[in-house]
């Protein structure tokens, strides 16, 4: 059975930093792209970034710069570091799993396949994080 397990949520201060996990049991992650997505009551679900199984990723604008996946298939955790924390970046943080092979224009310039939550076939169950002076 596969899980995804979010934690490292809060709250935290603008400018500060979070570090997310995204815990995975019942999959070989290296074979498994990684998306990050965030919700806010009342708007879609988002994607803010995907990494693949080789450590590639992209990030959506809104955070790139400021926020880092990363990933470590021996503990099965993908981790999503955010630094310099913004008031719009509070929201519920999901991690998703899929494990079909990404198109080779995944990750590119441009490509909307990974912000699509459709592409991803496993989710965890969101951890919050909300920003606050």
């Known amino acids: 059975q596969v899980q995804l397990v979010e934690s490292g949520g809060g709250l935290v201060q603008p400018g500060g930093s979070l570090t997310l996990s995204c815990t995975t049991s019942g999959i070989t992650l290296d074979e498994y792209a990684v998306g990050w997505f965030r919700q806010v009551p009342g708007k879609d679900r988002e994607g803010i970034g995907c990494i693949n199984g080789r450590g590639e990723s992209a990030y959506d604008e809104s955070v790139k710069g400021r926020f880092a996946m990363s990933r470590d298939n021996v503990k099965n955790t993908v981790y999503l570091q955010m630094n310099a924390i913004k008031f719009e970046d509070a929201a519920v943080y999901f991690c998703?799993?899929?494990?079909?092979?990404?198109?080779?224009?995944?990750?590119?310039?441009?490509?909307?396949?990974?912000?699509?939550?459709?592409?991803?076939?496993?989710w965890g169950q969101g951890t919050q994080v909300s920003v606050s002076s």
């Open positions: 998703a799993a899929e494990s079909r092979p990404m198109p080779h224009y995944a990750l590119g310039p441009g490509s909307t396949w990974w912000r699509d939550e459709y592409n991803f076939g496993y």
